[in-house]
């Protein structure tokens, strides 16, 4: 009698929380959506805690992936740091994932530690151009322009780099421009250079983000991204309490382009992730544009 019951404490855990054997958090289908929903790119900021966020994934019906900004001028530079954040959320319902910043963050971890989350992800937000100035798209202070189309086709070799070398397994805030141009938008993003992005992301077997809080990229990006068999994952990048949101825009994206199941991404099982099928290149560098 105690063993039954202490296997039904455990089946349940297993439900409402985690696959204890595989660390796996268990999702939860969406009926008006036919699918799944997991938003891959949460962060515990501005003192949102797991509790808060567990408790939003309950009401919504979303499951959580919580990620950690690791790299340079971040909370977490080396190995020991991503160790002590997986460990403090492996196990409790959540995915656990790295969002690597910058490019020197292949130099910053070992792959072995790498592969303890169960994702990486990166942008393009953070590169040096071919003047050797390093830019954060959205700081506007530190984002240099002369010329909107020199700069697209900068940043779009940037994001090729970045899918054919960083072992990544999503690319996040994906097609953002900083606010100089952002209203451009359709106009910078060609077909052209929109399908060099997509081709790169389906060649290297990386997700692209459906970002809710960014609204990127957009839904012609998207269409075509499924055309040419490209998987995503939806994702919020909140900065703190009050804009984790409910993936509104993943959903209009999932119901307008008819995206299922199988268009969307899944971490892989352990030997499958992409810094374990990669090597970490040296980065990129400024005269070999
Ligand atoms: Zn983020």
Redo the contacts with the bound molecule.
Sequence with gaps: MIRRSKILILSLLCVNYACIGCNQPAARDVPSLGVKLTDY?A?LKGGLTLEEVLAAGKKNGITYGI?Q?CGKGFPVTDDAGLLAFVESIRGKGVYVAV?AEGREWVTMFSPAALARADYVFTDAMTWTDSKGRRMRLWMPEEVFIEDPQPFMDELVDTIEWILNNEPVDLY??PTFLPAVIAEQYDALWTIERMDRVINAAVKNGVAIEINSKLRLPSESFIRRAKAAGATFSCGT?NAGKNDLGNLEYSRQMIAKCGLTQKDLFTPKPEGQKAVQRKKLPQPRRTETR
Excluded: E, S
């Design positions: 790119h962060h990620a900004n969002q996040a805030n990048n």
